[in-house]
């Protein structure tokens, strides 16, 4: 068991940045992938981004490459989001999840998930 908390959300014109950042619970962080997804009412929730276990394998949406960097600090067990050049469209909830396997695509391959922290990017 792993429990999640994200932070950093908030509001944002267009073009700037925000970090989110997503605090894990206990020891054993370093054996999960992590990721986060994200949610707009009414749409199925997108993978934005993950991390592999030691940080070194990364995968972005094609929506956020270029744009978005995940990274982690193991030793203290947090994940990041750094948003930049941020788009209307990239307004969201966005969910911080980890997963004892192999991080894929599919939200059934995280059973661990955040409480979601709200980005809204005017224009």
């Known amino acids: 068991q792993v429990q999640l908390v994200e932070s950093g959300g908030g509001l944002v014109q267009a073009g700037g940045s925000l970090r989110l950042s997503c605090a894990a619970s206990g020891r054993t962080f370093a054996t999960y992938a992590m990721g986060w997804f994200r949610q707009v009412p009414g749409k199925e929730r997108e993978l934005v981004a993950v991390?592999?276990?030691?940080?070194?394998?990364?995968y972005y949406a094609d929506s956020v490459k270029g744009r978005f960097t995940i990274s982690r600090d193991n030793a203290k067990n947090l994940a990041y989001l750094q948003m930049n050049s941020l788009k209307p469209e990239d307004t969201a909830v966005y969910y911080c999840?980890?997963?004892?396997?192999?991080?894929?695509?599919?939200?059934?391959?995280?059973?661990?998930w955040g409480q979601g922290t709200q980005v809204t990017v005017s224009s």
């Open positions: 999840v980890a997963t004892e396997e192999i991080g894929g695509s599919r939200i059934d391959e995280y059973p661990y």
């Open positions: 991390i592999s276990r030691g940080g070194g394998l990364t």
